[in-house]
Each structure stands twice: as C-alpha cells, then as structure tokens.
C-alpha cells in the first residue's frame, strides 16, 4: 500500500515537471522572437504569430501534465 502511494506522488511530480519545462521553453521562444524582431523588424508580424502558434501548441504539454497529477492524486489515492 504505502509503495503504491510513493510510487503515485513520484509520478504526479514528474507530470508537474512537464509544466515546469515547458515555462522555460516558452521563454525561450519569445526571447528568441524578440531578438528575431530586432533583427529584422518589417517581418514582426510573421514572427508574432509563429511565436503565439508555438507558444500556444506547447502550453498543451503543461494542460496535459496537469491534468495527469490531478488525476493520479485525486482518481488513484487508494491503490
């Protein structure tokens, strides 16, 4: 019983840490579209809504991580 219950909180963190790192990749990436921006300014518009496209695509990875802990603490607590 109490294996399990470690066994189910390490998951749950490791599900949290794909939201963690995809904070850090969407850092990442609006720091590199403000750099491309700088760099060349007339393509700002193309750049934005790749970023946002991306930005937005990855952030469905930390739902997803999210939506894992929840339901390995609350669903599974008594295995």
């Not at 850092?27 to 991306?54: F, Q, Y």
């Amino acid at each position: 019983m109490d294996i399990n219950k470690g066994l189910i909180a390490i998951g749950a963190g490791l599900a949290i840490m794909a939201g963690m790192l995809t904070g850090l990749g969407e850092g990442l990436v609006a720091a590199h579209a403000c750099d491309a921006i700088g760099k060349n300014p007339e393509a700002e518009s193309k750049i934005r809504s790749t970023m946002i496209l991306g930005i937005a695509l990855s952030e469905t990875v930390a739902i997803y991580g999210l939506l894992v802990a929840i339901l390995l603490i609350f669903v599974y607590p008594n295995l």
